[in-house]
């Protein structure tokens, strides 16, 4: 039994550790509580009276427990049986369910409180299951299977922030849990005893902690564990290639993910590749080059021609790190305006981007400059005219169908003939909803406006959306039919329904900011990070990026993906714009950032935060839980007395037992006394009858050979008697007295 509790220590300790990191603001008091909740109807079990129905009773007050602990109800409500309050707690599971599939997590402390008790409640199952399997049924290996499908999910939803460390440490547990259980065939413990399995897991922790967490140096660094290449497809052969291209399938993902970049840099920003600006009837694709130019080289630094230079631009400064993949295109967030890096000679400039040939490789590291600009929804509702000279017309080309003729939209708010629904061929109801959409704005930016609020509002997120029928263009059953896609899908309609209305756009590939590590200091990208998001060109300000894909962002104050969104009525003409951000996510943002300031003496509690009545209640349960340790205690040290050794130290177990009873309830064994007159005590005080047990005792204790198998169970038996006829001849404030007492120290003494 030692050996069943120390296997769930260590495993419910890595789950909590481990489950901790799926909240932002996790408090490890009310996880280490939960955790206990689950491990109680395990201990219940062992009970020698009862172990079932005991166990049943245990779980169900424990679960009621859990549930007050993560819903925190209001229970003068719940007492009064409001109906209202009732209803909340019923709607806790679903809401949790939902609000689990939109937040991002790690959640921050803002997020729905059903989410948290989700979380809560599924970390007390976990180790529910986990406590009964290890202890309860003896099933250690099971054990670690249930804890591995709960990592397996953790690491699945947030990625660890040191994967290697936190890998071995979890290995490192397994192992520790395997060797606590293992046993040659004679039944004594392998590994030559506990103190040398013990400090043969303990080598093996310190082992892979140092390890593990020793600095990756970017050279030279005597464990540069990040530079390991693990993938059996990578070992030896080339690094995976960036491939963007838009093809509105589904999503088909490397069975390995991959880390492709990481960037230092002091804000996240998404990290883009390139832009397609030919849609050829079908989807947006790279189309011809375009101009091309030579950009301006100072050694390994390469200043960008034409870009432009806006003074009130914030400039950002970015050191990127190609780990796993191979790509032609100079990667950086936004505007780029130069780079600095080991470039091949070949290096030209595609309209505002940099490509090179041969292709940059996996361990590259160059630094690029990008400004960024983001003008308020106010600046940007001025500008109503574009000048048109400037404007390719391939920016506002829509091709009616493959192979179809090219329509050529007039500019926003430039002479010329519009187009009608029919010109656009099998596209022509997505320009009938376009011109719903957008309805009678005066702005190209009103109109941008309502079409990303259309889209992030009203459509919804799926790697794995249905195909088209045959003959409809991908695009058009999105937006028609089964409203369901990703990124491509929302990227290339919003562009599509801008360029119909003669606004000029274009789609954008790269990647999202990904994860801040803490680890590396930098924003570390993975392959499942591709993202595609639009860019729209605007009077007077020039290529601006939206997003209208659902959960992701722009980093665009005037988005409204972006959590900065936020145009005021007093400020702005609201007439055709959304008034809030549509589902902004939660970015992770670097810990170099200034924490918040306390709040002022007197100030509200922060929504969220746990009302006074709940501390006092959590309180009070302790202070009633404590009495009950001893109790706990006894019970786990009898069920190991008895099933632990052969016949004779069970059967010396259960009178060790009887007499700890003995003292407790008032009758303390005289230890010059022989068991005859232990027992006769018993008789004359309690007025039970042990002589049976106490005969039973002194046969085995003297015998030559172990008694025969039976003797200990009938020994116990006895006993329970023993206790049942005890407690009845006693007050019930002396059985409660003798509850809360703690242990004899004395031990039993069994004489002739």
Known sequence: LPAAIGQAAVLLALLTIEWAGLVAASSPGRLVLLVALGVAPALAALSPRAPRLLALLTTLACAAAAVLIATRPDLGALLARDGEAWRDLAGVLPDGLRALNDTTLPAPADADPALFAVLDLALWVIAACVAWLTIAARNALAGVVAVGVALAYRWTVVSPSRPLLEGALALAAVLAVLMLGARTGSGRPAWGGRALRAGVVGVLVVGVAVAAAAPARDAGGWVDWRSWDLTPERNGGPATAIDLLQRYGQLQWPEVPAVVMRVKADRALPMRATAFEYFDGRSFEPGTRGPSALPLRRGDRVELDGVGSDPDAEVIRQEVRLVGATTP???????????????????????????????????????????????????????????????????????????????????????????????????????????????????????????????????????????????????????????????????????????????????????????????????????????????????????????????????????????????????????????????????????????EPPPEPGSPAPAGGSPWWWWIAALGAALLLIPLIPAAWRAVRRAARRRRGGERERVLGALHELEDLAA???????????????AEDLRRVLGVDAGRLYLTAATARFARRQPPPGTAAAAWRDLAAVRRAARRAVPRRRRLAAMVLPSSRRRATVGA
């Open 664 to 678: 407790r309830l008032g009758v303390p064994p005289d230890p010059t006394a022989t068991a005859t007159e232990r």
């Open 329 to 595: 295109f100079v990667l950086a967030g936004w505007r780029m305006v130069a780079a600095e890096g080991p470039f091949p000679p070949a290096v030209s400039q595609i309209q505002d981007r940099l490509e090179v040939s041969p292709p940059l490789a996996r361990g590259t590291r160059y630094r690029t400059e990008v400004r960024i600009s983001e003008p308020s929804p106010r600046e940007l509702l001025r500008g109503r005219a574009y000048d048109s000279g400037r404007i390719s017309p391939v920016l506002t080309q829509v091709t009616a169908g493959f192979a179809g003729p090219v329509v050529t939209v007039p500019v926003w708010g430039t002479p010329g003939e519009r187009p009608v629904a029919a010109d656009f061929g099998p596209y022509a109801a997505v320009y009938e909803l376009s011109e719903r959409i957008v309805g009678d704005v005066a702005s190209p930016y009103a109109a941008v406006n309502r079409i990303e609020t259309y889209l992030r509002d009203r459509y919804a997120y799926d790697e794995q959306p249905p195909y088209p029928a045959a003959g409809v263009p991908p695009l058009a059953d999105f937006l028609l039919t089964t409203r369901r896609g990703f990124c491509q899908h929302f990227a290339g309609s919003m562009a599509l329904m801008l360029r119909m209305q003669g606004i000029p756009a274009r789609v954008a590939v790269g990647f999202t900011a990904g994860r801040y590590d803490t680890g590396t200091d930098a924003f570390e990208i993975w392959d499942r990070d591709a993202h595609a998001w639009v860019e729209v060109l605007l009077p007077g300000q020039g290529w601006l990026p939206f997003d209208p894909t659902p959960g992701r962002f722009a980093a665009n104050q005037a988005s409204v993906s972006s959590p900065d969104y936020a145009p005021r009525e007093i400020d702005v003409d609201l007439g055709g714009l959304a008034r809030l951000s549509v589902r902004p996510p939660e970015i992770p943002a670097p810990p170099r950032e200034a924490p």
